[in-house]
T-cell receptor
Framework: GQSLEQPSEVTAVEGAIVQINCTYQTSGFYGLSWYQQHDGGAPTFLSYNALDGLEETGRFSSFLSRSDSYGYLLLQELQMKDSASYFCAVHGKAGTALIFGKGTTLSVSS | DAGVIQSPRHEVTEMGQEVTLRCKPISGHDYLFWYRQTMMRGLELLIYFNNNVPIDDSGMPEDRFSAKMPNASFSTLKIQPSEPRDSAVYFC???FGGGGAEETQYFGPGTRLLVL
């Protein structure tokens, strides 16, 4: 079967750093994506990792270890506006649908 | 590009009525996806199309649900008859496909459906 595991909730304060982990069990793994969804909004793409290592985009970074079937999203210098749900999603072979995790709700307080 | 367009944005209907949700994908995208999101079940893939052809409809909950894509720029998701348990946010998303980063999906704003 295929499964993704991520924590359901994470809390942090403004200015802090938070890491959201994602472990997966799938057949035919081709990459890992992260999406952000604010309350009442639509999921929006944040990052994509196909190879092992760290990808940095501003305050957000995403890491992948294919050998460990593990990835994480790192959010630095947290701001209140980062309060949202974050989904990891596994890419299968071309032409197949992404498999989304159940999401992690991040709450940032002042 | 305007992004993925969905209509209506909100729909309130009574049990037993037919509901039709509409989606216009991003021009040039070959893949179109329909999702349903609820607090209890999270984000569920209902069906997806490649070049207007349904590829996988195993997520469609039951025969009351049907989806069509008559051309590259339009898709509908129909529920007939609707039931209160169908209340959810329905998202349409599109992508280029082709593997790797081109599988990135772009979501529409969603249709918030309430069946009374």
């Amino acid at each position: 079967g295929q499964s993704l595991e991520q924590p359901s909730e994470v809390t942090a304060v403004e200015g802090a750093i938070v890491q959201i982990n994602c472990t997966y069990q799938t057949s035919g793994f081709y990459g890992l994506s992260w999406y952000q969804q604010h309350d009442g909004g639509a999921p929006t793409f944040l990052s994509y990792n196909a190879l092992d290592g760290l990808e940095e985009t501003g305050r957000f970074s995403s890491f992948l270890s294919r050998s460990d079937s593990y990835g994480y999203l790192l959010l630095q210098e947290l701001q209140m506006k980062d309060s949202a749900s974050y989904f990891c999603a596994v890419h299968g072979k071309a032409g197949t649908a992404l498999i989304f995790g159940k999401g992690t709700t991040l709450s940032v307080s002042s | 590009d305007a992004g993925v367009i969905q209509s209506p944005r909100h729909e309130v209907t009574e049990m037993g009525q037919e509901v039709t949700l509409r989606c216009k994908p991003i021009s040039g995208h070959d893949y179109l996806f329909w999702y349903r999101q609820t607090m209890m079940r999270g984000l569920e893939l209902l069906i997806y199309f490649n070049n207007n052809v349904p590829i996988d409809d195993s997520g469609m909950p039951e025969d009351r649900f049907s989806a069509k894509m008559p051309n590259a720029s339009f898709s509908t998701l129909k529920i007939q008859p609707s039931e209160p348990r169908d209340s959810a946010v329905y998202f349409c998303a599109s992508s280029f496909g082709g593997g790797g980063a081109e599988e990135t999906q772009y979501f529409g704003p969603g249709t918030r459906l309430l069946v009374l």
